[in-house]
């Protein structure tokens, strides 16, 4: 059989990061080929629309469409703020009157003289993009953004929620077992980054957050501390726009585990460093990993070798990661990998593997069988 190959989480000292910043609609590039960002340098902008919102002009005066039209005090284009007259109509020899004021600032998008009613836009809102990490302009994509690239330590989790967010990398906890709490939380976590060991919970998420913490990197997490943290069940396909106080990595997976000891020595021996943090997690096709990011002092890119990788040969005893629920999260040791492709229950036929799931029958361990393509390397 030819040799096969899956991804895996990166865990590096020094790995070359570029990170694309893309606009969601088009704007304009503000930084030049070359130039050296900060992460909190804007590098792009756009200007965004803002709704349109119907003013019904004839049933506020209480008249016919044409009569509405006739009352009209502005035209197309008119640029009005809050409280401005749009229409005024009187009659009985203006004994009785009545009017239509703006009940926002906005511009006159249109007139529908057979209706009596315009569109009124909102002022159109800022997009600013900045660069999430520091580093040089490798890259313009014209309109749209721009590409960074720096030199550092880079360690991709297997979940996350919440966006991106910088901050200053701390150490709360001093083992990768250990579980952290108010107990061990600095009393005053202003924009720290807080490196636990294993499981965190809700209430100790939300207690970093009142103490000014950025975001949170643990091991693991138990799934009723998330859903409550969240405030709703989540499903693990994409996360990152979560309306939560503070970012969320986990680096091993759901329950009470403990960090991988590289992981934690990495991170622990960076205490006191500026880095990156996002929580964004795609696991199905165009995987995106929640991840740290922890740049180095300069911001050569072209010295030195880049340790770990993105894939890794899979093989009978290589440890592995399932990432797909009833297991995910759970940490296994490859015992057999089948030639011949097997049909499974969504129908498919695809290539699997036969694994032995750490712990006991109790713990939701034991033997399983799994499409190859629901595993990750845990990479040495």
């Known amino acids: 059989m030819g040799t096969a190959y899956t991804p895996g989480l990166t865990v590096s000292a020094s790995a070359v990061v570029r990170k694309e910043r893309r606009l969601s609609l088009k704007g ?27 003013v019904r002009v004839a049933e506020e005066l209480d008249v016919d469409a044409d009569e509405a039209i006739a009352a009209l005090v502005i035209s197309e284009g008119d640029e ?33 003289r057979p209706t009596g009613h315009l569109g009124l836009r909102h002022p159109a809102s800022r997009i600013e993009l900045p660069a999430y990490v520091p580093g040089r302009v490798a890259e313009i994509f014209e309109g749209e953004g721009v590409a960074i690239e720096c030199r550092g330590a880079l360690v991709q989790g297997i979940f996350g929620v919440g966006g991106e967010t910088n901050g200053t990398l ?5 083992s ?5 709490g108010d107990w061990s939380l600095p009393e005053d976590c202003s924009g720290a980054v807080l490196l636990a060991g294993s499981s965190v919970s809700a209430a100790t998420l939300r207690a970093a957050a009142e103490r000014g913490a950025r975001a949170v990197i643990s091991g693991g997490i138990l799934e009723h501390d998330l859903r409550e943290y969240l405030g709703y069940e989540i499903g693990v396909a994409v996360t990152g726009h979560e309306d939560v106080p503070l970012t969320l990595l986990i680096t091993e997976g759901f329950g009470p585990l403990a960090m991988a000891d590289r992981t934690f020595e990495l991170l622990a021996g960076l205490d006191g460093r500026a880095c990156s943090v ?27 070798a880049e340790e770990g990788g993105l894939e890794a040969e899979l093989a009978v005893g290589t440890r592995v990661r399932l990432i797909r629920r009833p297991h995910f999260g759970r940490l ?5 990998l089948p030639p011949a492709p097997v049909e499974i229950d969504t129908g498919a036929t695809v290539r699997v593997l036969e694994a032995q799931v750490d712990g006991g029958a109790g713990e939701g361990g034991g033997a399983v069988t799994v499409p190859r393509a629901n595993v990750e390397i845990i990479q040495a």
């Open 278 to 304: 996002s929580g964004a997690t795609q696991i199905r096709a165009g995987a995106l990993r929640p991840e740290i990011i922890v740049p180095g002092n300069e911001f050569d890119v072209s010295a030195g």
């Open 170 to 174: 701390r150490a709360a906890a001093k």
């Open 332 to 336: 296994a040791t490859v015992t057999a």
């Open 176 to 180: 990768p077992g250990e579980e952290i």
């Open 80 to 112: 009005l703020p809050e409280g401005e007259l749009i229409a005024e109509y009187s009659f009985l020899f203006g004994l009785i009157r009545s009017e239509c004021r703006a009940r926002f600032r906005g511009t006159v998008e249109y007139i529908s």
């Open 28 to 54: 304009e590039v503000l930084v030049s080929l070359g130039d050296e960002v900060t992460a909190e340098t804007i590098v792009a902008g756009a200007e965004r629309p803002g709704d349109i919102e119907t």
